[in-house]
């Protein structure tokens, strides 16, 4: 019912700048939380970024200062600007969002495919 599809990620050398991007589609009727997670191999999958529907925003520790996360509601698009790459960055980033598919029901969450992001030189 609800797809989300990301897209900018690649390969990039240490100290350079990714721009990840990530639109929703489906039945949507209102979308709340969204965010970014990352994984790196043999690691947990990790909160990156979040923001709310009003535009709090919310960091992990190691990104802080480096990352900023923006949404556009009327598109239902998600964005996460990534400056100062360095190869501890490198995961493969997953989009989610808080959906919610009528005007009565609770919102559901739901995740993109995820983008592989490299930072290497």
């Known amino acids: 019912q609800v797809q989300l599809v990301e897209s900018g990620g690649g390969l990039v050398q240490p100290g350079g700048s990714l721009r990840l991007s990530c639109a929703a589609s489906g039945s949507i009727f209102s979308i709340y939380f969204m965010a970014w997670y990352r994984q790196a191999p043999g690691n947990q999958r990790e909160l990156v970024a979040s923001?709310?529907?009003?535009?709090?925003?919310n960091y992990a520790d190691s990104v802080k200062g480096r990352f900023t996360i923006s949404r556009d509601n009327a598109k239902n698009t998600v964005s996460l600007q990534m400056n100062s790459l360095n190869p501890e960055d490198t995961a493969v980033y997953y989009c989610f969002a808080d959906v919610q598919t009528a005007p009565i029901g609770s919102p559901f969450g739901s995740w993109g495919q995820g983008t592989q992001v490299t930072v290497s030189s």
């Open positions: 923001i709310t529907r009003g535009g709090s925003t």
